[in-house]
């Protein structure tokens, strides 16, 4: 394959006999490296190179102006536009920021188009007037300031334009400007010399008016990279601009262009590739390479469509890959160091002295802060115990040791919105971050790379006096952080190119791999991100979304020139704002296929395996025999039953290994400790009763202290948890709410003429339960919500916080009341029962349950029906009942403690 470089090297060195003499002029940078390096190897004796210039620093040079950084523009803009004295309302520079940068980008396009600006000032002015059109008959004061400001955009363009002239520095369009102005000087003092513009296809009105004057000085020439296929083809796009301009350009009548590239049609091997999802695409990449031999591979290149997929693509090459160029450096937004300052500024942006725990967890648990923060974990470990909602700057100093507070003071005192105080304190964090040496290499160069954003920052605060808020420097520093990039170093000739689409001009390769060949993607597609109407750049020649599909195109088809082998991969995931379409440029090659082309389209997916499943089974070694014994003589509780009912894996991860689920700081109140707010109350009240008979006064006296006990006990339970306001303080209501009504219902029945005395409240019960086939005792414990007499009869009760129904609390066959869960509530009761008879015989007694939710059904007892739906049921508590329950239970505790029954899953349904 003959590149193009080397095709026009080649036409330069025929055509000059010193090309020491000659200016070569292309499209970037990189391929005025690619161009020296051939030079080199062509080079058969030392000569002296020609001079080898970017298109950009050859229009500095014909300007004498310095393109200035678009930050530093922001603020340079924004001193003009206080300047402009026609623009009476004035937004601050927060604001300023968000609409700005359009607004220049607008204007760098209308200077490298060379647009007269009085009149297209004046239509813009007219079109913003026209948008307010029939408002109301009479402006209001908003509606004028906003046409006074298009109207006063030619004084705001000139004021800038003046600035930075003084400075002798510009914006890109206007060092465009600048330089098509002074071409004629230019020439006045160079025309002699040789100029030769290689590998350029779109050009600005300024490219092409520079490029024309030169051209007709007689010593400078133009290479175009085109092909003949798209050349003589009226309709393709690839070569629409070159077409154009060898048909305007008065240069051409007389000089005729020699375009006699035909590589296009070519054989070559082209795979259409369908991935899903873009990880996808970065492994078959790493595939595709692993089957290539190293000489291969230096002649390959990789184009990313989409640059986010570069540090997936770096860890999916193969082994076989030595040696890589990567043009493009990684985002610096993408790593974690950054990620961290951005939440340090979000919790700063509220300037309050109270700051919410997620925020603070955020931070604490974020993998920088252990890298300065020793008691990070431990600071996170003590908030969620403690279970504080918002803390104050002194709270959290109090949960550290004192070797951490300084730094804790930066990261959680009240910046009181002051930017050099934000500033340091990210200063301040990273020195101590890079002092302590615990950061790998990586993290060294981004740290290192933010210290330079924060010195800019603080740079910019001292020299313009706009950064007057913390939003206006988290603003800042996220635009300086997605602008900025760790670049890779490499051998740029050597070994795997991995590059952007803008990198491969001029650039040629045998194997090309482009990734991202969506539509939306690659072409991108329509951008708004403008103030010019479409009418507006129709009228003043101004580039439209259908001129800026005919850069891709080029930059497509371009790259297939001369490659022989090329694999094209899409995404065909709809996903987000992906909508999983193949570019038309996949169309496009499939409907005009060349004779030569062999086109292969693959779908890769990924194999999807389906494995029974199986229910899991856990062994019952000798240590879980012994735990078994430990819990058996403390007691099984009525809960672990029931919940060995659910499902015997949970019994053993929550019982047996005593996993608990991850605590966290509680900011809703849970239903469980609702009900342990209730109970808790409930027990503060009736405690001091037991033995007595419960009377009217009684519980009036208990409603008067309502509000005063659940404040005690949310403050106990929930702990620093607030519950003024939002969700807890309706929960809060609701546990008022729960108690008075169950008070009133007390007071109905006592008046009623019931008498109710108590005997248990919150009582612990523990029984021996003998089992003869096992070798240990076995206990069963709990603790008893209630016990009373109800009218002499005797009512043992549980409290639910939750819903309870009738049906709940009712079995038709004892053997079901160990083998399903939908039983537990009945368990449960007959357990307590089973418990108490030891305490006090319990012979035609009730036990069940007072749903705080179902206060209307009253005390809710347990049945044993005859059948299913038969209303006839036994709700007493005998002998014989605790006889049949005690048969059932013992079964239940024989298969828990048996070792050669393993705890097997239950399939919930």
Known sequence: MVTFIQETLTEIKNTYSDISEVTIILPSKRAGGFLLNELKKQASHTQFAPKILSIEEFIEQLSNLSIIDNTELLFKSYQAYQNTAEIKQKDDFETYATWATTLLNDFNEIDRYLVETIPFFGYLASIKTLERWGVSDEKTELIENYIKFWESLPLLYNNIQESLLKENIGYQGMV???????????????????????????????????????????????????????????????????????????????????????????????????????????????????????????????????????????????????????????????????????????????????????????????????????????????????????????????????????????????????????????????????????????????????????????????????????????????????????????????????????????????????????????????????????????????????????????????????????????????????????????????????????????????????????????????????????????????????????????????????????????????????????????????????????????????????????????KRTFKGGTFSKGKNLIIFEVAKRYISNFLDKEIADVEAGNTIKILKIETDLTLEVPIPELEFPINIHGKVDRVDEYNGHLRIIDYKSGQVSQGDVEITEWEEINEDYKYSKAFQVLTYALMMNKEIPVNNAEAGIISFKNLGSGFLKFGKKDKPRSKNKTQLITEDTLENFTIELKKLILEICDPNIPFTEKEIK
């Open 176 to 714: 465009y400007r600048e330089a098509a102005a002074n071409i004629e000087h230019y020439i006045n003092s160079n025309g002699n010399k040789t100029h030769l513009f290689v590998g350029f296809n779109a050009l600005n009105t300024a490219e092409q008016y520079i490029f024309q004057e030169l051209l007709e000085t007689g010593n400078s020439k133009i290479y175009w990279d085109t092909d003949l296929s798209f050349y003589e083809d009226p309709k393709h796009s690839a070569s629409y601009f070159i077409r154009k301009y060898i048909k305007e350009w008065k240069y051409f009548q007389d000089n005729p262009p020699s375009i006699h590239s035909d590589n296009f049609k070519q054989h070559k091997h082209i795979q259409l590739v369908e991935v899903q999802k873009n990880i996808g695409q970065a492994k078959y990449v790493g595939e595709l390479l692993s089957k290539l031999s190293d000489e291969e591979i230096n002649k390959t290149a990789i184009v990313l469509g989409d640059e986010n997929l570069l540090v997936p693509l770096l860890y999916s090459l193969p082994e076989n890959v030595k040696n890589i160029n990567v043009t493009m450096g990684v985002a610096l937004k993408n790593f974690p160091a950054v990620v961290f300052f951005e939440l340090l500024f979000s919790i700063h942006l509220r300037d309050t002295d109270n700051l919410y725990y997620k925020d603070i967890l955020s931070i604490l648990n974020h993998p920088l802060a252990s890298k300065f923060l020793p008691n990070a974990q431990r600071i996170s470990e003590k908030l969620v115990k403690e279970n504080i909602t918002h803390l104050s700057s002194e709270t959290i100093l109090s949960l550290s040791e004192d070797k951490g507070k300084d730094l804790l003071k930066v990261l959680f005192e009240n910046w009181s919105d002051d930017v050099s105080k934000a500033v340091n304190s990210a200063l301040i964090i990273i020195k101590k971050i890079q002092d302590k040496n615990k950061v790998n290499s990586v993290e060294h160069l981004v740290l290192q790379e933010l210290k330079l954003v924060f010195n800019k920052i603080e740079t910019l605060n001292e020299k313009y006096p706009y950064l007057n808020t913390i939003k206006s420097v988290q603003t800042l520093f996220a635009e300086l952080t997605s602008t900025a990039s760790l670049d890779f170093k490499g051998d740029a000739y050597d070994g795997l190119q991995l590059m952007g689409v803008l990198e491969t001009r001029v650039l040629d390769f045998e194997n090309v791999i482009i990734t991202s060949v969506n539509e939306g993607v690659f072409p991108s597609g329509k951008s708004n991100a403008s103030f010019i109407t479409y009418d507006l750049k129709e009228q003043f020649n101004l580039p439209r979304f259908s001129e800026k599909d005919a850069i891709y195109t080029y930059h497509f088809y371009r790259l297939l020139q001369r490659a022989n082998n090329v694999a094209l991969l899409y995404n065909n995931n709809s996903e987000g704002l992906n909508t999983g379409e193949k570019s038309r440029f996949i169309r496009q090659l499939t409907i005009d296929k060349c004779e030569n082309h062999s086109i292969e389209r693959r779908i890769l997916s990924p194999k999807i395996q389906v494995k029974p499943h199986s229910l899991k089974e856990i062994a019952k070694t000798a240590a879980v025999m012994t735990r078994l014994k430990e819990i058996a003589l403390k007691g099984f509780s009525p809960s672990a039953l029931t919940g060995y009912i659910r499902n015997p894996l949970d019994f053993y991860f929550q019982r047996i290994l005593r996993l608990n689920e991850f605590e966290e700081v509680e900011e809703t109140v849970a239903a469980n400790t609702l009900g342990t707010i209730v109970h808790d109350t409930l027990e503060k009240f009736y405690k001091p009763l037991e033995g007595g008979v419960l009377t009217s006064q009684h519980i009036i006296d208990m409603k008067s202290k309502i509000d005063k006990e659940v404040t005690s006990q949310f």
